[in-house]
């Protein structure tokens, strides 16, 4: 569906009240496509699950896209896997997000934000609605961290973290322990495919210790080594709210 047929859809969704699905998922939609789409989404107030993924969504069309969000009341799970928003398009969806109070879920996995994360940190710093947060290959290393960690610090809703597939090394996982020492919301943590290893283990080990919230815990692919594993096996002893753990295909 290119551009023509997205304005078809978008006239019809300015009056239709029932759809409250809407799966756009690889459809070539570009700026002037998701231009037509956000002017609709303005007065729609029935769909609640919009699928974006897998288009050409660049900057210019999330401005398009953050401007409708801004005043929509209704749609609470946004998926714009795969498109290409990079650190200015975040730029302009964190200021939406400032102001949007119903989006529960969203998925921003396999863009280019990277830089772009320090926008969305502010953000969550106040946002109290989404709950569920997919940053997975976005090339997110230390630095990044380092602005994401701080707002996880005084977020209150994130409960589903997903931050596999980036480039977080043991200094960003220092930063993200400290946050987890006083975060008590986030129960489902995935930092499979990162380059995490012995200090970056020894630590978060020791923050399982006393952390009452985590269940859910995902190191899959990293760099853990026998002697990380007797760290982690210490914790186990003493925590009591993880019931899940994969750290399959590391190198002990």
């Given at each position: 569906?290119?551009?023509?047929?997205?304005?078809?859809?978008?006239?019809?969704?300015?009056?239709?009240?029932?759809?409250?699905?809407?799966?756009?998922?690889?459809?070539?939609?570009?700026?002037?496509?998701?231009?037509?789409?956000?002017?609709?989404?303005?007065?729609?107030?029935?769909?609640?699950?919009?699928?974006l993924?897998?288009?050409?969504i660049?900057?210019?069309?999330?401005?398009?896209?953050?401007?409708?969000?801004?005043?929509?009341?209704?749609?609470?799970?946004?998926?714009?896997?795969?498109?290409?928003?990079?650190?200015?398009?975040?730029?302009?969806?964190?200021?939406?997000?400032?102001?949007?109070?119903?989006?529960?879920?969203?998925?921003?996995?396999?863009?280019?934000?990277?830089?772009?994360?320090?926008?969305?940190?502010?953000t969550?710093?106040?946002?109290?609605?989404?709950?569920?947060?997919?940053?997975?290959?976005?090339?997110?290393?230390?630095?990044?961290?380092?602005?994401?960690?701080?707002?996880?610090?005084n977020?209150?809703?994130?409960?589903?973290?997903?931050?596999?597939?980036?480039?977080i090394?043991?200094?960003?996982?220092?930063?993200?322990?400290?946050?987890?020492?006083?975060?008590?919301?986030?129960?489902?943590?995935?930092?499979?495919?990162?380059?995490?290893?012995?200090?970056?283990?020894?630590?978060?080990?020791?923050?399982?210790?006393?952390?009452?919230?985590?269940?859910?815990?995902?190191l899959?692919?990293?760099?853990?080594?026998?002697?990380?594993?007797?760290?982690?096996?210490?914790?186990?002893?003493?925590?009591?709210?993880?019931?899940?753990?994969?750290?399959?295909?590391?190198?002990?």
């Amino acid at each position: 569906m290119r551009n023509e047929g997205i304005r078809y859809l978008s006239e019809a969704l300015k009056y239709n009240n029932s759809i409250t699905y809407l799966n756009l998922y690889n459809n070539d939609i570009r700026e002037e496509g998701i231009r037509y789409l956000s002017e609709a989404l303005k007065c729609n107030n029935s769909i609640t699950f919009l699928d974006l993924n897998f288009n050409e969504i660049k900057k210019e069309g999330i401005r398009y896209l953050s401007e409708a969000l801004k005043v929509n009341e209704s749609i609470t799970f946004l998926n714009l896997y795969k498109n290409d928003i990079q650190e200015e398009g975040m730029k302009y969806l964190s200021e939406a997000l400032k102001v949007n109070k119903c989006i529960t879920s969203l998925d921003l996995s396999y863009n280019i934000i990277k830089e772009g994360i320090k926008y969305l940190s502010e953000t969550l710093k106040t946002n109290s609605s989404i709950n569920s947060l997919d940053l997975s290959s976005n090339d997110i290393g230390d630095e990044e961290m380092r602005y994401l960690s701080e707002s996880l610090k005084n977020n209150s809703s994130i409960t589903l973290l997903n931050l596999g597939y980036n480039n977080i090394t043991n200094k960003g996982m220092e930063y993200l322990n400290e946050s987890l020492k006083v975060n008590e919301c986030i129960t489902y943590l995935d930092l499979r495919y990162n380059k995490i290893k012995d200090k970056g283990i020894k630590n978060l080990s020791e923050v399982l210790k006393t952390n009452s919230s985590i269940t859910f815990l995902n190191l899959e692919n990293n760099n853990i080594q026998e002697e990380e594993i007797k760290y982690l096996s210490e914790a186990l002893q003493s925590n009591t709210t993880l019931t899940e753990l994969s750290y399959r295909n590391n190198d002990y």
